[in-house]
């Protein structure tokens, strides 16, 4: 399979949505106290010693500069039950109405988090690295959170899906 390099950009795209993964909302609070979030696939575990987490941030999402001030965040893994909230942090369009769906609490830091979430990892930033029109954001996990029934939302093809259970 052959590839023109004029649209490579267009293929990656494709071919990234092939890849199904968890879907996270990452929040954080800004220096002003207003609460930001922003949708994502882009979480990744990086180590265990110590418990490390990566995000990557798109640089013109209105969460950056809040998440780069006030240096903690968390990646609320979502379950299937919040199918229904995610649509608002996924779309700009619909900024005004985040935060206005589900249980969301605070921690001891300021930063939001959904209370029923799969999981909420809360983190402290403590690395980034420009890569094109994202940051790579490194951080190491300060607190855990987990939902014991596992059901998580999944996001693959521009669909979101459920785990098969056997």
Known sequence: MTQVAGHIEESFRTAMRTFAGTVSV?????????????AATAVTSVSMAPPTCLIC??????????????????INAMHHDHQALIGSFASSHLRDSRFLAGQWRVDGAGVPFLEDAQSNIFCEMFDRHPVGTHD??????VEVKVRPDHDPLLYGDGAYYRLAKH
Do not use: K, Q, Y
């Not at 798109?58 to 903690?72: F, M, V």
């Open 26 to 38: 990452i929040t954080t609070c800004g220096p002003d106290g207003e609460w930001r979030g922003m």
């Open 57 to 74: 941030v798109n640089r013109e999402a209105t969460l950056h500069p809040a998440l780069i001030t006030s240096r903690r965040f968390c």
């Open 136 to 141: 790579v954001v490194f951080g190491r996990v």
